[in-house]
């Protein structure tokens, strides 16, 4: 038997959090942050030491809150290689951005500082897919999870108890990853995301030329295509396209994206086309010094950027110099929280600068570029597997996804605050 605690993104996306006890080891996997909040709010507290973490993936979301563990749980934390790198990445980064947003004000600063996050990043072990490990008598392995570059499905094996939890996941190719792995051990449990099972994307093919025709057309009525992105994966993935449709102006990329690219290039082997990100870098400047950014966008160009979101990041003086540009165009290419600048601007076409909001001239469109599986994927995938028992999380609805899943013939939960805890 195999204790299971749900410590956040329940009926939510959110701040992921598992802790997993099997009587003698105890498991954490994930515990992200939500950026819905200022600071990014962790998930419930763990409820006691853990002897493992996992790291799924390097997303806010999944790892924003380990370093909080470090101050009192110095466990190993184990994930892909590549997660290692992009995770120190982004936790300095939001470190960085929250001084920069809220300076000294008690009760907005993230709960932890550069000291926990050192000591995460040495407490990282690093294992590749498909190399099983041992914490102490459970086997874990970790399995292509196709999302971003390091994504893992993780399989745990205690005696007779077989769990897969998907972290975030995608069945589908993407330009710059392999869809998830599909030789899978057998599992009785599954504990799955649900970020889509209300909705199926659009035809990434079209959403592909969509983009392109209005970066091209943007460039050829002399403004600039600005594109925000994620800077992990996705920033990747909008060069791959950029480069499929031959863009005739200079490409640019600022911000964490920069950082982010340089480290996902370096763990070629992650990808689908181990020269192909190389390949699109060629025609790519990145953005040396911030006052580089002026002179560029007095040129035809396209910039791709962080934040994603529209919150903090290179994309905000950007906007502040092209808002008024009819001829130039904002391209939003990612989920857009409730409350961020981007799902702001999309409601009232206004954004805010320097605390007034300014009415947007620019083209703006928001693309669905999603690296999870879609609402039909979701259901090809447990009805393939089979599961005893399926969890649903991260996702806004995932109790109609469960109530689906139960009129299905499986037995289907989705944790929420009150009944979070499980034996399996
Ligand atoms: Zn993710
Ligand atoms: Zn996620």
């Known amino acids: 038997m195999i204790q299971l605690e749900f410590l956040g993104a329940m009926a939510s996306v959110g701040a992921s959090g598992i802790y997993l006890d099997t009587g003698a080891e105890k498991i954490l996997m994930d515990y992200g942050a939500d950026v819905e909040e200022t600071p990014a709010r962790p998930p419930l507290p763990v409820p006691g030491k853990v002897d493992a973490i996992i790291a799924t993936h390097a997303h806010f979301d999944h790892v924003g809150s380990i370093p909080?563990?470090?101050?009192?749980?110095?466990?190993?934390?184990?994930?892909?290689p590549v997660t290692k790198e992009l995770t120190e990445?982004?936790?300095?980064?939001?470190?960085?951005?929250?001084?920069?947003?809220?300076?000294?004000?008690?009760?907005?600063?993230?709960?932890f500082t550069e000291k926990e996050i050192h000591l995460a990043v040495k407490h990282f072990e690093p294992i590749n897919y498909r190399k099983t490990f041992k914490v102490h008598s459970t086997d874990v392995t970790f399995f292509d999870a196709g999302h971003i570059p390091g994504s893992a499905l993780t399989f745990i094996q205690n005696r007779d108890t077989k769990i897969l939890y998907t972290g975030d996941y995608n069945t589908v190719d993407?330009?710059?990853?392999?869809?998830?792995?599909?030789?899978?051990?057998?599992?009785?449990?599954?504990?799955?995301?649900?970020?889509?099972?209300?909705?199926?994307?659009?035809?990434?093919?079209?959403?592909?030329?969509?983009?392109?025709?209005?970066?091209?057309?943007?460039?050829?009525?002399?403004?600039?295509?600005?594109?925000?992105?994620?800077?992990?994966?996705?920033a990747q993935e909008l060069l791959l396209?950029?480069?499929?449709?031959?863009?005739?102006?200079?490409?640019y990329m600022d911000g964490m994206a920069k950082k982010s690219t340089t480290i996902v290039n370096k763990h070629k082997n992650m990808l689908r086309d181990p020269e192909a990100l190389e390949t699109a870098l060629k025609d790519v400047k990145f953005v040396a010094k911030d006052k580089m950014r002026a002179r560029i966008v007095k040129e035809p160009c396209v910039i791709i950027t962080t934040s994603g979101m529209?919150?903090?990041?290179?994309?905000?003086?950007?906007?502040?110099?092209l808002h008024n540009d009819e001829n130039s165009s904002l391209l939003l290419t990612g989920w857009q929280a409730k409350g961020s600048g981007g799902k702001i601007l999309l409601e009232t076409g206004k954004f805010p600068i320097r605390e007034k909001d300014v009415e947007v001239k620019m083209f703006v469109k928001r693309f669905?570029?999603?690296?999870?599986?879609?609402?039909?994927?979701?259901?090809?995938?447990?009805?393939?597997?089979?599961?005893?028992?399926?969890?649903?999380?991260?996702?806004?609805?995932?109790?109609?996804?469960?109530?689906?899943?139960?009129?299905?013939?499986?037995?289907?939960?989705?944790?929420?605050?009150?009944?979070?805890?499980?034996?399996?």
């Open 368 to 424: 669905d570029f999603s690296a999870h599986l879609g609402r039909k994927q979701l259901f090809d995938f447990i009805e393939a597997h089979s599961p005893e028992k399926v969890f649903c999380v991260h996702g806004d609805h995932t109790e109609e996804f469960a109530e689906e899943l139960r009129q299905k013939g499986f037995d289907a939960f989705a944790p929420v605050a009150n009944n979070r805890v499980f034996q399996v």
């Open 68 to 80: 909080i563990l470090m101050q009192k749980n110095l466990s190993p934390i184990f994930g892909l």
């Open 174 to 234: 993407s330009r710059l990853l392999s869809k998830c792995d599909e030789d899978l051990p057998k599992f009785d449990t599954l504990i799955t995301e649900s970020t889509y099972s209300d909705r199926d994307h659009p035809d990434r093919k079209k959403s592909e030329k969509d983009l392109a025709e209005v970066v091209k057309h943007t460039v050829s009525n002399g403004g600039v295509a600005l594109v925000s992105s994620f800077a992990v994966g996705r």
């Open 310 to 321: 529209l919150d903090g990041g290179p994309i905000v003086p950007y906007i502040e110099m």
């Open 89 to 111: 990445m982004l936790l300095k980064d939001s470190l960085k951005i929250n001084k920069q947003e809220i300076g000294d004000i008690e009760g907005a600063k993230l709960p």
């Open 241 to 251: 396209v950029l480069d499929k449709f031959g863009i005739d102006a200079p490409i």
